[in-house]
Structures are given as C-alpha cells and as structure tokens.
C-alpha cells in the first residue's frame, strides 16, 4: 500500500475503531481507534484499553497416539517403516516393512474452565477469568497386522491436552535445523527497513533442533501489542495466540510482531519487509518445517494477514483472517493460498461485505467453485461455516459468518469468552490439516 493511502486508512481507522469499545478483544484490549479508548483510559505509554476481556480457551483435546503401520508416527505424520516421525511432519524412520495402520483412538476431553468473573465493558475487569482446563491424555490405538515381514508397531500414549497435528506432505527443514539455536523464548529486536522492530517469539518446551515444527504468526489488533497476543491478556494462556498456544501442546514456534503505533498500516510494504525479515532470523536459528508457516490475526492483524496472503503465498502455507479489512493493501494476489475467513454479520467497524470480497479474491485464486454461503439470521445467536467445493488440491478456503459484531471469539448464544468460542478450534482444525 502506498503511504498516503495507508496514511488515510490509520485516520479512518483510528475514527471508526471508536465503535470497537464496545467490543471485548484478545489481550484486554479493544480496537480503540488510536489515541483515546471510548470508555477506557489509556496507560502511560501503552495501548489505549476500552473493551472486553480477552478470549481463553477451555481444555484442549488431545488426539490420540501413534499410527502403527511398521514404525510409529503421530497423528498427520508420514508412516514410518520401523523408524519414528513426531509432529506430524516427521522423517520417515528406517527399518522393517510397515505394516497396515491400526485405529488411532481420539484423545481425552478437555478439562473444566473456571469463569472466574465477566469482562466489564467499560474496559474495567468484574473479576478475572481462569484459565481453562488441561485435556486428558487420549490413549493411541494399536497397528494393524504386519505385512511382509514388519514388525507390528504399537501406539503409546498421546500427550495430554493437545489436538492432532494435521495431515500433509514430509517436511522441508530449514537452515537452523541440526543447529544449536541462539535465539530464546521472548522480546526479540531486529533492524527491518532501516528500523528497530520488535516481536515475541515462543519455542516449545523440549525444543529439538532435528525437529522442523510449525511456525504461526500471529499479528494483533490497532491498539493492542505484541504482548497482548503473546500472553494473553485477562485469559492468560487461555487465549494466547488466539487460543492456539494450548492447542499446540508444544508443536509450534509462534512469533507475535509488534506493528509501528500498534497497527500495520504496512507504508511502502514495510511491514511485509518486517515478515521477511524475521522469517529469515528465525529460519536461520531454529527447526522450522518452511513448508508449514501459517498468519492470523484480528481486525487490523486480520488485514496485516490480507496482506501476507496477497504478497507472500508462496512462503505461508494458509492464514486466518478474523473481522479483517483490506487496510495494509494487497500486492500481488494472484496467487492460490488456504484462507480462513471469519466475520460477524453485523461487524460495525469493518463491514461483512468488505470480508466477503477478501474471501472471494481466493476463492477465485484458489479454483473454487463461486458460490453465497450462507449466514446465520440476524437474532439467531449461531454462526455457520462453509466449505468450498471445487478447489485446487492442497487450497481450500472455508468461510465462517456468525450473528455478532466485532470480535475474535464470539460464542453461540451470545458473548465474547474465549474459553468458550468456536473460532479458536476452528482456526486450529484448518491450519493443522496441513
């Protein structure tokens, strides 16, 4: 986007983004419009509060064990012929013939969520909202019989709390993997564009460096910061990253930028210049599975993700898009990349329609047959999600509309409490297909 546009967007947005108090937002903040929260008042030096709680997220499931087909993989992985593949996206191992794959039995249920309090709307806080439970670990089922000679291979437990990594092709490791990483868990600094530019950065506990995990960005909302996405607000770890951190159970690096005054006007593409940036930094340093890079985000990150699915759809594998505009522009888009569209129908900052046509430039980059999904009614309190059909192998796009306004966590029956949203699950279930 071209710098007077985007000069011209962050005033209107700052404008509109008056109607975002109302609304609760991850991380306890809400999409202020800049300089004064409706209702909240602004910290010294930090963002502007004016909203609701952050979302959490109840327990996590945990999808079950290891398929037995001769070695041993987790759930989505390659099977292996007497060697283990983790994460989904393991090597296959070396050994005997793999056998034919036994049943793989589903995780635990998830754990309790304390509601400890509401988020008032004032920006204030009735009482703080505990975290959510830990799923119970899901037990794996045993393989099937052995062909030819391999052994049969049985499942062990899976680990508690997590859903399954999803499906898809071997990894591709990038250049940090058999390396000893320099980068740490936290505040990171980079020059980009001639400037010092911060995000923070989360590698899973047990780290293995011949291990190429999943990278998500996750980019906050105008207003909101780095630290916002990062640890979650008033929720906790409940609704860091947009609830997908527990989901992950220490399968993914997450990376969660801070953009220049707290949005990403993306002037003369420097914030796209930012992404590549710390890709490169990251890739560089740590086992990263290059084909596996994912972007989220809620309003003005929705847009930010926009943007990366334009300019870069040949580095990220898919990107979530919730309550987005196109705000931070869209270079390129011509390319086919996995989209997830989430918007309330009655979104009063950035209009469902300007959704739509965001979804719509991938269903046509994607092949997908043009259709008018429906939405729920107006007063229903539901939301409804749809699946294209038609599209290229490998590029789905699914698009989720629900009876709400502006909010990453809507839940049906009314409310925004990411222990209880669908939108957490939702986005999880579709990057992990990959």
């Known amino acids: ?29 809400t999409e202020s419009g800049g300089t ?31 398929i037995g087909s001769g070695g041993t993989s987790t759930t989505g992985g390659q099977p292996g012929s007497g060697g283990l593949a983790s994460g989904g996206m393991g090597q296959p191992g070396t050994g005997g013939v793999a056998g034919s794959a036994g049943t793989m039995a589903t995780g635990g249920k998830s754990g309790p969520v304390e509601t400890g309090g509401r988020i008032g709307r004032d920006g204030g806080l009735d009482g703080p909202r505990g975290a959510g439970g830990a799923g119970a670990a899901g ?10 000679g391999g052994g049969l291979a049985t499942g062990g437990t899976s680990g508690g709390g997590s859903t399954g990594t999803g499906g898809g092709g071997a990894a591709t490791p990038s250049a940090g993997c058999g390396k000893t990483p320099t980068l740490t868990s936290g505040s990171r600094t980079i020059q980009s564009g ?4 911060s995000f923070m950065l989360r590698i899973p506990s047990g780290y293995d460096n011949s291990h190429p995990y999943r990278l998500i960005f996750a980019f906050h909302w105008v207003g909101g910061t780095m630290n916002d996405v990062d640890g979650g607000g008033s929720s ?13 159970n220490n399968s993914t690096i997450f990376v969660a930028p801070q953009g220049i005054s707290n949005g990403w006007g993306n002037s003369g593409g420097q914030d796209i210049t930012f992404v590549d940036d710390m890709i490169k930094q990251i890739e560089g340093d740590l086992c990263v599975d290059t084909t596996r890079i994912f972007a989220m985000g809620f309003s003005y990150g929705g847009a930010m993700s926009y943007a990366i ?13 919730y309550s987005g505009g196109q705000l931070s522009g869209c270079d390129g888009g011509k390319d086919p990349i996995a989209y997830l569209g989430i918007h309330g129908i009655s979104d009063p900052t950035l209009n469902i329609s300007g959704g739509r046509s965001m979804r719509d430039t991938f269903v046509k980059n994607n092949g997908c047959t043009a259709q008018n999904p429906p939405e729920p009614s107006a007063g229903s309190l539901t939301h409804t999600c749809t699946k294209y059909q038609g599209c290229k192998d490998g590029y789905p796009v699914e698009w989720c509309a629900f009876d709400g306004g502006h909010t990453p966590g809507m839940v049906d029956g009314g409310g925004d409490d990411g222990a209880k949203t669908w939108t957490k699950g939702e986005a999880w279930k579709f990057f992990t297909q990959f």
């Open 236 to 248: 906790g770890a409940a609704w860091s990253y947009y609830g997908l951190q527990a989901q992950a």
């Open 36 to 66: 004064s929260g409706l209702g909240g008042n602004s910290a010294n030096g930090g963002a502007t509060g004016s909203g609701g709680a952050t979302l959490g997220t109840g327990g996590t499931n945990s999808t079950g064990g290891r």
């Open 309 to 321: 699915a334009c300019a870069r759809a040949k580095v990220f594998r898919a990107v979530a898009v």
């Open 139 to 148: 037990n794996s089922g045993t393989g099937g019989s052995t062909g030819g």
């Open 1 to 29: 986007m071209k710098s007077s546009i985007a000069t011209g967007v962050a005033l209107s947005l700052f404008t509109f983004c008056a109607a975002c108090s109302s609304q609760g937002l991850g991380g306890g903040s």
């Open 194 to 197: 001639g400037q010092s530019r």
